[in-house]
Nanobody, 121 residues
Framework: QGLLSESGGGLVQAGGSLRLACSSS????????MGWFRRVPGQEREFVAA???????VLYGDSVKGRFTISRANANMVYLQMNSLRPEDTAVYYC???????????????WGQGTQVTVSS
């Protein structure tokens, strides 16, 4: 079992909402930023959002700005509230941690297994 575990994915109609959660176990990531990425088969992993420990610094990918909100409960729990979902948001969503808040997936050290989000039109 990995250090990070995502939950909350599922099937939703366009315009609907989902809330993803990511929790860590076995290690406390108090000095790490936590982020969300997504991947569609055959495409590169796309940055979605990231947040530092205090929540004072957040980043969003251009395609989700204004629709998605990342929040962090503590060192080991992060959420992604997804509103106004579109069919193009369909992907596997991954949680990851990095020593600094950033958008590059290569800089994230630990990853979850992912949770599928499917948005029907």
């Amino acid at each position: 079992q990995g250090l990070l575990s995502e939950s909350g994915g599922g099937l939703v109609q366009a315009g609907g909402s989902l809330r993803l959660a990511c929790s860590s176990s076995g290690r406390t990531f108090s000095s790490y930023a936590m982020g969300w990425f997504r991947r569609v088969p055959g495409q590169e992993r796309e940055f979605v959002a990231a947040i530092n420990l205090s929540g004072s610094s957040v980043l969003y990918g251009d395609s989700v700005k204004g629709r998605f909100t990342i929040s962090r409960a503590n060192a080991n729990m992060v959420y992604l509230q997804m509103n106004s979902l579109r069919p193009e948001d369909t992907a596997v969503y991954y949680c990851a941690v990095s020593r600094g808040i950033q958008t590059l997936s290569a800089m994230y050290e630990y990853w979850g297994q992912g949770t599928q989000v499917t948005v029907s039109s």
